[in-house]
Nanobody, 122 residues
Framework: VQLQASGGGLVQAGGSLRLSCAAS????????MGWYRQAPGKQRELVAN???????NYTDSVKGRFTISRGNARNTVILQMNSLKPEDTAVYYC?????????????????WGQGTLVTVSS
């Protein structure tokens, strides 16, 4: 499975950006897709994710400003980022998880895309 992310860039504080991520390869469906970010000198953190059923989850700092959704194409995910702040500056990574249950054992397969840089100037 390959994840291709796009949409990063430079924006002024208060502006908006839209990140897209598309999965390709021999995968039937992905149970969870989302975005993580890593700012300089900090650990990677979850930004938002969405299940195959549409349930969303956001880190507190982006609630009300970011919206995650599934794209029209299967296995795509969109992150709409509004009211951006300088502290949102980071490399954003697309993530996908596939869950397989076999003989009562649950396996999780984790996939990562290349990072896309988001820079918010003050």
């Amino acid at each position: 499975v390959q994840l291709q992310a796009s949409g990063g860039g430079l924006v002024q504080a208060g502006g908006s950006l839209r990140l897209s991520c598309a999965a390709s390869g021999s995968i039937f469906s992905l149970d969870l897709m989302g975005w993580y970010r890593q700012a300089p000198g900090k650990q990677r953190e979850l930004v938002a994710n969405i299940t195959s059923g549409g349930t969303t989850n956001y880190t507190d700092s982006v609630k009300g400003r970011f919206t995650i959704s599934r794209g029209n194409a299967r296995n795509t995910v969109i992150l709409q980022m509004n009211s951006l702040k300088p502290e949102d500056t980071a490399v954003y990574y697309c993530n996908a998880v596939r869950v397989v249950v076999s003989s009562g054992v649950r396996y999780e397969y984790d996939y990562w895309g290349q990072g896309t840089l988001v820079t918010v100037s003050s």
